[in-house]
């Protein structure tokens, strides 16, 4: 018989298919870097969130192969229970094919408390509860599988990042970590975990694939891995490639049986989303050169085009910094005096395992003068990296703001719907831009980079590991590093000139 667990009860809670599919077909899921990094932050968080209640033991036991050795966790669970341990990290319970394990059990006066640990962050947690709910049926089920074990459950936390620490000497585990109290939260999810888990361990047996279309499960309140399967019966392109649109409007169309751009090729669309599915359907570009070239008229030499690499640790690492800030420590930038001039490239690359911001902001303020044109793609997130280093560092406060004000958005001409080629399937990041734009070009193709950093996600992840690697190895890591980031900005090089050879 399969067992229920936690994790499995909790996809069930969002849909029962997404449960069978973990059983049953998990070579179907998409796994993406942002959730492969949530997992390694939340294992990085676990750990260290162990310690906030005091001396704890772990009670994790694997077998020769590396499972877990879900017996003897138990029965040590029960021996350390039974002794009056004050803390159990992994305390593990089994109940009629429900099984679960508890981050942090704490002994109270009369009975015990769950503390649940997320890698989500939170601001200070101030009498009101935070946007919890979708935590509650993980919580819930371990509360009722502790309940039916005969243990007197005195409270439900949940433990989560203070978004508003900012580290200061050494981690302060008691400032880093807010604790929300879950009981006035629970009680109607609790009392649903007996009817849920006997379905849910009912499906757990079929072997027939349950047929459930797609719905607002799929994203909400998490991705789903499988919905790249589920939805495979779409027709390409679908209303679910519509520009900026609500998935839940998405599939008020498909619900009505409008899938393709030719059956809602009459409805109210805004001007974007019509210029999408117009030149979709005729095959055709939509390159609107009035708007374009008002864009490019704004825009004065010398130009700088310039791209930030940043990582984004849980746990703050440097002083001065906050959960999950984002900290630059590479940037690429691409110098064109004047046209038909010669392109200068410049780039900086800080030291892993050390503070890059500081080094980053002062080489930035000697690569780009004062009240010059530089570019970025999708400029907020160098605007906002910029203005930050400028409130760390009032020194270089002017000359940061001063960069930060100067900078205009290469997105803005694709955003507006200016230059639109049906490739581009609704989206305008520029790993979709380029290619559409330059399809026979392998010189802009991002998938030819050596060294395993063909995108930000990946160079987020690699960045921080050079310091573990062998010389040899941090050397070819640190130019795939390089090589991606330089490209980068040469695409967005690439792109004006695209841009400035349509109006000419």
Request: glycine content about 6%.
């Amino acid at each position: 018989m399969k067992q229920l667990s936690k994790s499995k009860y909790a996809k069930y809670c969002q849909c029962a298919k997404c449960l069978w599919m973990s059983v049953y077909k998990p070579e179907e899921e998409v796994i993406d870097p942002q959730s492969e990094a949530r997992f390694e932050n939340g294992t990085e968080v676990g750990e260290l969130a162990r310690g906030i209640l005091g001396d704890y033991v772990d009670v994790t036991i694997r077998k020769d192969d590396d499972r877990l050795n879900l017996p003897a966790m138990i029965a040590k669970t029960k021996e350390l229970m039974e002794a009056g341990q004050e803390n159990i990290c992994e305390a593990s319970f089994s109940y009629d094919g429900n099984y679960c394990a508890v981050d942090i059990l704490h002994k109270t006066d009369d009975g015990w408390a769950i503390y649940e640990v997320k890698s989500t962050s939170f601001p200070e947690f101030n009498g009101n509860p935070a946007k919890l709910d979708k935590y509650l049926p993980d919580v819930s089920y371990q509360k009722w599988v502790l309940t039916k074990c005969g243990v007197n459950v005195t409270g439900v936390y949940l433990v989560c990042l203070n978004s508003d620490y900012i580290r200061e000497g050494e981690l302060d585990l008691q400032k880093l970590f807010v604790i929300n109290s879950m009981d006035d939260m629970i009680t109607n999810e609790y009392d649903k975990v007996e009817n849920i888990q006997r379905e849910a361990k009912k499906l757990l047996q079929q072997t027939d694939e349950p047929e459930m279309d797609i719905w607002e499960g799929c994203k909400r309140p998490y991705d789903c891995g499988y919905y790249k399967y589920c939805s495979r019966h779409l027709p390409s392109p679908s209303v679910f490639e519509l520009y900026r649109m609500r998935f839940s409007d998405k599939l008020k169309y498909y619900r009505q049986g409008m899938m393709t751009f030719e059956e809602i090729k009459n409805e109210k669309l805004t001007p974007v989303r019509r210029i999408q599915v117009e030149s979709t359907l005729s095959g055709q570009p939509h390159i609107d050169k009035v708007v374009i070239k008002e864009f490019l008229d704004n825009l004065t030499f010398p130009l700088y085009f310039l791209d930030f690499e940043t990582m984004q640790p849980a746990i703050p690492q440097f002083d001065g910094t906050k959960p999950y800030q984002q900290i630059p420590f590479q940037y690429s930038l691409h110098i064109l005096e004047h046209e038909g001039g010669k392109l200068i490239h410049k780039e900086h690359l800080g030291i892993s395992g050390t503070d890059t911001m500081r080094p980053l902001a002062e080489q930035l303020c000697k690569d780009i003068p004062m009240n010059v044109c530089t570019l970025a793609y999708n400029k907020g997130f160098e605007c906002t990296r910029i203005k930050e280093m400028a409130e760390a560092f009032p020194d270089l406060a002017e000359h940061l703001l001063n960069i930060k004000d100067h900078i205009a958005d290469l997105l803005i001409p694709f955003q507006q719907g200016a230059y639109y080629l049906p490739s581009m399937k609704g989206s305008f990041s520029i790993k979709v831009v380029l290619p559409a734009l330059f399809p026979n070009d392998p010189s802009l193709d991002y998938h030819n980079l050596e060294g395993g950093v063909q995108n930000g996600s990946q160079a987020m992840n690699t960045f921080p590991l050079i310091q573990y690697m062998e010389p040899e190895q941090q050397k070819k890591t640190r130019k795939a590093l390089l090589d991606y980031c330089c490209l980068d900005t040469f695409a967005m090089v690439k792109i004006w000139e695209k841009l400035r050879n349509t109006i000419l």
